[in-house]
């Protein structure tokens, strides 16, 4: 992985510092409107797939490099940790879009790998719209039509010891198209990112329901 080092101070949240450049699986879809805030909620993943790839079940299950969307599939690269175009750029990169790309969502997929369970913050910045899952669970949304050429956002997040699948999507408008994501620095320490999908941590309780189903209920 490679990263670029930029380093922002805050009193309450800690310091945030590198962005992750990848490699993501990326993503892109056109939306069903002018894009930007208004697509914020639109499961483009669904439309694209007529029902079957939801952005729940990415979030939750990840994906793998050529898993198809529809007719798209999922693509491998790197995003630059500067500019405020830098998902366009990326697209017109991986011949996912052409020119400047506009009314389009962008998803990107990430595993991120904890040496234990921790609490700490997340930075994104976004041009446009952007939402963030972790661990199946959506932990931000900003419905916006901005420009980003940096770390805008900033919230709390909860890493579980092993695979925590990351999925963001940024939700073009017009104009640029740039997204940034990064940790503060404590929470940051000792993390590994791949594109794995996760290992489903075991439900115990569900499992103990359904062993017991087959004991009262034998076939």
């Known amino acids: 992985l490679v990263f670029c080092v930029l380093l922002f101070a805050s009193a309450k949240f800690g310091v945030a510092q590198d962005k992750i450049v990848g490699p993501w699986l990326w993503m892109c879809v056109k ?4 894009g930007g805030a208004a697509a914020t909620d639109q ?3 669904k439309l694209e797939s007529k029902g079957k790839v939801t952005e729940e079940k ?3 299950n990840g994906v793998k490099a050529g898993q198809k ?3 798209l599939k999922w ?3 790197e995003i630059s940790a500067q500019g405020g175009n830098n998902v366009n750029d990326l697209m017109l990169k991986l011949k996912l879009g052409k020119g400047d790309i506009d009314h389009h969502s962008s998803y990107a997929y990430i595993n991120v790998v904890s040496p234990d369970d921790r609490s700490g913050l997340c930075w994104v910045g ?8 972790l661990n199946g669970e959506e932990v931000h949304k900003n419905a916006v039509d901005r420009g980003a050429g940096n770390f805008q956002d900033k919230f709390e997040i909860n890493l579980n010891k092993g695979d925590n699948p990351l999925l963001v999507k940024v939700s073009e408008k017009g104009g640029g198209w740039s997204m940034f994501v990064g940790f503060d ?3 940051e320490r000792g993390l590994k990112f791949n594109l794995k999908q996760p290992k489903l941590a075991v439900d115990l309780d569900n499992k103990l329901v359904t062993v017991w189903g087959k004991v009262k209920n034998p076939s």
């Open 31 to 34: 939306v069903d409107g002018i």
């Open 126 to 133: 976004s041009d446009d719209s952007i939402k963030v899952w």
């Open 43 to 45: 499961d483009t993943l």
């Open 75 to 77: 693509t491998k690269g």
């Open 185 to 187: 620095t404590k929470t």
């Open 69 to 71: 969307v529809g007719k």
């Open 58 to 60: 990415v979030a939750k």
